[in-house]
């Protein structure tokens, strides 16, 4: 009876193992992998907007560069250059959007006094890279972004960097864990652990409600891609900033919650602000608050010094 028991027990147990390997597997794919929005549907949707101006793009004085990352790969960047400054904003779009994405902040800087940087990220729009690690290689990846940029407008000019999404997760952890380069940050609807994130999608989304099964995509992860999601953090990095910052967030962000921004606000020493948007699922503060995004961020160069009158 006891030897049918523990075969029994065995049985259980490798069939739990293997399904967790499984799941494992497949969540470690769904990150390193997961399905980018098509380029013209984008282009589509902003146009359809009027957040992008074909016209205005195709005319704008502009410089196509490539940069060629320490993590083996290059980033596709166009560098906008409508007016005579070198008052510079480098922005950083979410996960799978592109470049085009950012035309919209693009646009809102150029209003401000700012030339503007938009880039693919890795394994985004025209850059290289093979997988998405949501900040972890990005973070290099902007590190060498920001010093090609500031050989091309100087080492004295004005350079503020904007990141929405995981682009907000990158810039954190790019300005915490470099000697960064850059005079401010804006950040919007950033993440303050990934993990932690992870996990909420997890149990809001799926009928997944353990961390087992981010525990065995880790492994692979690790693996396979060299990193982990403990190892994404926002959190620990943002003490290490002095810069000044704002912090932007929707409350009525499902996605990543605005708690998440609240807590990055509230670990930041000082030169700080924080505007919390009553209005706009995730990522869409700028599309469904456009004015008052706008005087936000007017009011935080002005603030800080950094705004042209």
Known sequence: MKRRFLYITGIIGSIYTAILTILGFYAANRLMFMKLKDHDLIVKR????????EHWYETVRKEDFWVDTPNGYPLRAVFLQPLETTRTMIICHG???NKINSIKYARLFERLGFNSVIYDHRRHGDSGGKTTSFGFYEKIDLNALVSAVRD????RALLGIHGESMGAATTILYAGEFEDEADFYIVDCPFSDFTEQILHILRT???L???MTLRAANLFLKIRDGYTTGLISPREAIGNIKKPMLFIHSMEDDFILPQMTKELYELKEDKKMLK???KGAH???FNENPVEYEKEVLHFLHHYGFATS
């Open 205 to 207: 989304n799926t009928p």
């Open 152 to 155: 091309r407008i100087g080492g």
């Open 95 to 97: 996960v799978t959007e």
């Open 283 to 285: 990522a869409k503060s």
């Open 209 to 211: 409600r353990s961390s």
């Open 276 to 278: 919390l948007f009553e």
């Open 46 to 53: 902003e146009i359809i907007a009027k957040r992008f101006d």
